[in-house]
């Protein structure tokens, strides 16, 4: 079954950094792509990157510029870099694919920017 674990969450200080990654299984993970989503407490959430290709990547206009997403496909995996963090990124980070059809998510990592 498809699966999708998140990790490497936390509490930083604001304008410093985090990593996180995404690890996939149970499907061809080449084949599609994936996406980083964020919800805050009392918001909707909300579509922050997605990448096809390393070369073929989209961000949301409030990341853009701070945050990079990659991919692994030998190691099934997502990574977003997030630099210049600031308290309004403070938010639950999940890892997604759609595969038709139906969405399938990770368990989320908590990311929390504060001094």
């Known amino acids: 079954q498809v699966q999708l674990v998140e990790s490497g969450g936390g509490l930083v200080q604001p304008g410093g950094s985090l990593r996180l990654s995404c690890v996939a299984s149970?499907?061809?993970?080449?084949?599609?792509?994936i996406r980083w989503y964020r919800q805050a407490p009392g918001k909707q959430r909300e579509l922050v990157a997605t990448?096809?290709?390393?070369?073929?990547?989209n961000y949301s206009d409030s990341v853009k510029g701070r945050f990079t997403i990659s991919r692994v496909n030998a190691k099934k995996s997502v990574y977003l870099q997030m630099n210049s963090l600031k308290p309004e990124d403070t938010a639950v980070y999940y890892c997604?694919?759609?595969?038709?059809?139906?969405?399938?998510w990770g368990q989320g990592t908590q990311v929390t920017v504060s001094s």
């Open positions: 997604n694919v759609f595969i038709w059809p139906r969405n399938y």
């Open positions: 149970g499907f061809t993970f080449s084949s599609y792509a």
């Open positions: 990448v096809i290709s390393d070369d073929n990547t």
